[in-house]
């Protein structure tokens, strides 16, 4: 199998609800990752951070508001926190995994800000799910209370909508190239980045998330990887999902992605955005590819026996 550089984007919502439920589902993540590095691929980890960062910021809320003595934490600092916590514990796996097959080789965990434009549509749209799945009620009884926005998310329930702009610029890419050219194991852009804007009086975090994978596509692209590979919770991209006719698709054309996307195959804020972030990176420079499939198929997707490749 030909090595190569891969950017692999990580699903928030495979890391579990809690940290004690994360703490295991890590270990699985990591078993994938050192088999990719077993293969000799270098490897660069993106993840996301919705039910993450969901349940911080309302952990934060609730004590603010119910005179638990904390005060309310900015979103972009929840941000940050989540980054740090998840990438504790997949370093903490991964360095686990490594270590029990005889591989030496470092892993870090980068906090990492990526740049927004302040006037970007996504800001008068919140189009991004956070937090929990709710049920209608539970949801319209907390939109009026807060004034939230809430969305039906691809027929699993209801959840919190935020902002989602477009990632502009990551602003420790240098450092993230650093580390890849020492042959280390970078996780970073963690729940796409914590969200920036540029002021006349340097960086400034907004209360927004920026889709993970979007921020995945934009470095790989920095890194000049071979390949952007996005794990989520199906095995291969679908159209027609969820109904009688449903089709799996083992590969798709730039094209063929603009086509599905025209006819509404993709549902925003799940499988749109993963496609469009494989389009992005794929039609970023001649021979780069991209990949969507499952965490448990990723191994044989890697080798061409499921998952849905993405190309020029």
């Known amino acids: 199998m030909e090595q190569k550089k891969i950017v692999l984007a990580l699903g928030g919502n495979a890391l579990g609800n809690n940290a004690e439920e994360q703490l295991e589902l890590v270990k699985i993540t990591a078993k994938t990752i050192v088999d990719l590095i077993e293969q000799g691929h270098k490897i660069v980890i993106g993840h996301g ?8 910021n309302l952990a934060m809320e609730h ?32 360095q686990q995994e490594l270590k029990s097959r005889g591989i030496k080789k470092e892993v870090a965990c ?30 319209e009884k907390i939109e009026a209370e807060k004034g939230y926005t809430f969305v039906e998310d691809a027929g699993r329930g209801y959840r919190r909508v935020v902002p989602s702009p477009q990632p502009k610029r990551i602003v420790e890419i ?12 970078v ?7 914590i969200p920036v804007i540029e002021t006349s009086e340097g960086l400034k975090g907004t209360a927004a998330v920026i889709d993970k994978d979007k921020s995945c596509a934009r470095l790989a692209e920095d890194l000049n990887a071979d390949m952007l590979v996005i794990l989520t ?23 063929e992605c603009k086509k599905y996307i025209e006819e509404g195959h993709f549902a925003p804020g799940s499988m749109l955005p993963k496609v469009e972030a494989c389009m992005n990176f794929v039609g970023s420079g001649k021979g780069r590819e991209a990949l969507i499939t499952s965490l448990e198929k990723a191994g044989l997707a890697m080798k061409g026996e499921t998952g849905t490749k993405i190309v020029g």
Do not use: W
């Open 49 to 56: 951070n919705g039910p993450q960062v969901g349940m911080i």
């Open 63 to 94: 004590s603010a508001l119910n005179g638990g003595g904390t005060p309310a934490m900015p979103f972009p600092e929840c941000g940050a926190m989540s980054q740090g916590y998840i990438g504790y514990h997949l370093q903490q796996a991964i």
């Open 110 to 139: 980068l906090v990492t800000q990526v740049v927004v434009d302040p006037e970007d549509p996504a800001f008068k749209k919140p189009t991004k799910p956070i937090g929990a799945f709710m049920t209608k009620e539970a949801a």
């Open 174 to 185: 240098g450092v993230v190239n650093k580390l890849v050219d020492d042959d280390v194991v």
């Open 187 to 193: 996780i970073t852009v963690g729940g796409g980045g």
């Open 233 to 255: 919770a199906v095995d291969r991209v679908c159209i027609n999902f969820n109904k009688p006719d449903q089709t799996e698709l083992a590969s798709i054309s730039l094209d």
